[in-house]
């Protein structure tokens, strides 16, 4: 009886677990299914199709109706707020699509909407495959491309022209940091897929930038790897490089060294200080980020700084796409206020 007992009282208790995280996961569900909506607006793609973007696809039909956000309803919607660009990091999407890795930007948009933000003032496309929809592996060797970098540039030009707005703010998590930073720059990309010329710098018309769980250093894991994964390459990848002058743990080095021969790209990237990514600069990352791994450190420096950044937000308990996911309010925060 006392075993039979005992048996009826786990059971009991591994019933209301499974109870318990059932509802925690409709919850999340309804949640996602009551969230923003895209794709962009008929009105946007009207636009777009009457000023030379209509083969750009920024409506990303092909990964459903979460592809992309944002644009007026109608002509006479007003754009009173500085509209707001979000992009997101490899394999993900602009909105919601599939757990874990493609969660979008619907917590954000949805709490910016919250904040009296119309859609006219928030906009979101997705780049490269995504989790779920085309070859995953694909976008992993198609990073830093020219192809996507473009499509990255086009977007924000074409969200600045239809807006008529001075400036805009850009929140970028993850790869999606490095690559909006380049596509601010301007310039003359080598990439895997070819060179190419994005233009001049466009850091006069941003006025936040938020980077978000950013390699902008590259990645440690990368440091004996510099041809295979293909995304560690030392062209346009997340190469560290081999060795940091006298230094050679590339994640805990023994004292200061300065970071040179990396990945041609991001060492471009982060040696043009003439041209400012933005008004106001922020970084945020986490210490205990699954991807970044070792604290997120990069040759004795935290791999998300951001070259003359004006502030930074460090937590001690986020994973790397909860730092995308839980942090709109400093998210809103650092493009309202100015603040971290």
């Not at 005992?6 to 969230?35: D, E, N, P, W, Y």
Request: aromatic share 10%.
């Amino acid at each position: 009886p006392h075993d039979l007992s005992c048996a009826i009282s786990l059971t009991r208790q591994s019933t209301m677990r499974l109870l318990i995280s059932f509802l925690l996961l409709s919850s999340t569900v309804s949640a996602q299914k009551i969230g923003p909506k895209g794709p962009i607006t008929s009105h946007f793609q009207d636009w777009l199709v009457a000023n030379g973007y209509e083969t750009d696809n920024f409506e990303r039909s092909d990964v459903g109706g979460n592809g992309s956000f944002g644009g007026k309803q109608k002509n006479s919607d007003k754009i009173e707020k500085e509209p707001v660009i979000f992009i997101h990091g490899n394999g993900d999407t602009a909105l919601y699509a599939q757990a874990p890795l493609a969660t979008g930007w619907s917590r954000s948009i949805q709490y910016f909407l919250e904040q009296n933000y119309t859609q006219g003032e928030i906009y979101a496309t997705t780049w490269g495959d995504a989790w779920g929809s085309g070859n995953i592996l694909d976008t992993y060797s198609t990073m830093h491309t020219c192809a996507n970098l473009i499509t990255l540039r086009r977007f924000i030009e074409a969200v600045l022209k239809y807006t008529k707005a001075p400036k805009v703010d850009i929140i970028a998590h993850s790869l999606g940091v490095p690559i909006a930073r380049r596509v601010i720059k301007g310039g003359t990309i080598i990439g895997t897929d070819g060179n190419c010329t994005l233009g001049p710098p466009l850091g006069s018309r941003v006025d936040t930038f938020l980077g978000i769980a950013g390699p902008n250093y590259g990645l440690c894991v990368c440091q004996m790897a510099q041809t295979f994964p293909s995304w560690c390459n030392a062209l346009d990848g997340l190469y560290p490089g081999y060795t940091c002058q006298d230094q050679v743990l590339c994640a805990y080095t023994s004292s200061s060294c300065k970071q040179e021969n990396y990945s041609n790209f991001l060492e471009r990237l982060n040696n043009d200080t003439k041209n400012r990514e933005a008004d106001h600069i922020f970084a945020m990352w986490s210490d205990v980020d699954e991807v970044l791994l070792f604290r997120g450190m990069t040759w004795g420096k935290p791999t998300s700084r951001i070259p003359n950044m004006n502030g930074r937000w460090i937590s001690d308990r986020n994973s790397h796409t909860a730092m995308k996911d839980l942090t709109e309010l400093r998210q809103y925060e650092a493009v309202v206020h100015h603040s971290i």
